[in-house]
């Protein structure tokens, strides 16, 4: 008994000593932080879900959890849903990291989406498309880094006017100027979809069709922004300006490169989301321009949630983003458990929930900073201790 004992005490303190040599790195705090996030938000919907029908909550709560693994189908929507989540998400928490805030992104997405689709009806192949999309993100993004840059005009302030600019600029343009042949004969405020030469090629798992080598792409461009920013001067430059611009300035880097390459990068990451959300193999949606419709598109804004929840990681965005889609695959399944109790509005209570406790995250990682101060300090102490005890003896 007194060795079991002895082991799980040992076992205890050698878990101990791990997580206090994790919790030295900020990715692990900001990683718990970001699990903890997710945990309480789904607490409190797990409690609105027995507030409004108690006999389903139970049923409720696991139907949210596993309803997007329980068929193909399912799972191919979400993650098909996931990909250009993951570049919006990319692209926000990439200009988080030069402590810009690019709330121009829905612009950047909308303008990609716009001439990727233009340059797919013209002739160009899946490829050609991805990179006008890129490009014209890319050039959305430089105005307002360009004019933060140069003039400091607020990137808030310059990035909501663009979005404005590029909504009615493009229904100026799909009015005059795009060819009646682009455009929907029953409905002309509105593109045809993307000929199948210019979508994303279908990886071809079996009965998941709509899952595409974009997210190859997005996996890729995911590494790279990672390695980028933790393993190169360029990556250090930019998160040393972030955090301290008068530092880096007196350290010799050039910050008006830094503010307009890292918008640029982050308008680049938009623009392909852009092209993403029109680009499916199988049934791919059509982009109305009409500056009388809804033109401008929310999926910048979700990129927005996904960098909340993922902490501004790259690795943080993948995960976030099929987290968001999954729980939105949910909608209807939740609607078979309870019709009256859990409608298609539910999810997206649940959803923003768990954003709005996200936005809490900085709170967790600096309690857990501040937990590893105070467990180094006492390691200090007693290390002390027993070297004077030594000494004494």
């Known amino acids: 008994m007194d060795k079991f004992v002895s082991t799980v005490k040992s076992s205890v303190r050698s878990c101990a000593v791990f997580l206090h040599a994790c919790n030295r790195r900020s990715g692990f705090r900001s990683f718990v932080a970001a699990v903890a996030s997710i945990i309480i938000g789904l607490f409190f919907g797990f409690i609105l879900m027995l507030c409004v029908a108690p006999q389903y909550a139970g049923v409720g709560l696991w139907t ?16 098909y849903r996931a990909i250009p989540m993951m570049l919006s998400g990319l692209a926000i928490a990439f200009a988080f990291k030069l402590n810009l805030f690019n709330i121009g992104i829905t612009g950047q997405v909308t303008i990609g989406a716009f001439t990727s689709i233009m340059a797919g009806l013209s002739g160009f192949n899946w490829f050609g498309c991805m990179i006008v999309g890129a490009i014209s993100g890319a ?11 140069k003039f400091n005009v607020n990137e808030v302030l310059s990035g909501i006017m663009l979005n404005w600019i590029i909504y ?18 029953t409905t002309p405020v509105e593109l045809k979809t993307l000929p199948q030469a210019a979508r994303m090629p279908s990886l071809g798992i079996p009965g998941m069709e709509n899952i595409n080598i974009g997210l190859i792409f997005a ?6 922004v990672f390695i980028v920013l933790n393993y190169t001067t360029f990556g250090f430059e930019l998160k040393m300006t972030g955090r301290n611009k008068d530092a880096s300035t007196y350290s010799g880097v050039n910050q008006t490169k830094s503010i307009i390459l890292s918008l640029t990068i982050s308008g680049a990451l938009a623009g392909l989301c852009g092209y993403m959300l029109y680009a499916d193999p199988i049934m791919p949606s059509r982009f109305t321009w009409s500056s009388d419709s809804n033109t401008l598109l929310s999926d910048g804004f979700n990129g927005i949630s996904v960098s909340l929840i993922g902490q501004n990681s790259p690795i943080g965005c993948f995960f976030s983003s099929i987290l ?30 768990v954003i709005y406790v996200a936005a809490f995250s900085s709170f967790f990682v ?12 006492l390691a200090y102490f007693q290390r002390d201790f027993k070297k004077k005890t030594v000494r004494e003896g």
Do not use: C, W
Request: hydrophobic content about 50%; cysteine-free; proline content about 2%.
């Open 139 to 149: 050039i959305a993004g430089f105005i307002p880094g360009l004019l933060k840059a």
């Open 324 to 353: 968001l889609t999954l729980i939105d695959s949910a909608q209807n399944s939740l609607k078979v458990v309870s019709n009256s109790a859990y409608n298609n509005h539910y999810t997206e209570l649940i959803k923003n929930i």
């Open 168 to 185: 009615y600029l493009i229904g100026l343009f799909g009015s005059l100027y795009v060819p009646s042949e682009f455009k929907m004969t």
């Open 64 to 79: 949210l959890l596993t309803s997007g693994f329980t068929s193909a189908g399912l799972f191919d929507l979400a993650i």
């Open 219 to 224: 996996i890729v461009i995911i590494a790279i």
């Open 366 to 377: 600096m309690m857990l900073g501040k937990l590893y101060e105070r467990d180094d300090k």
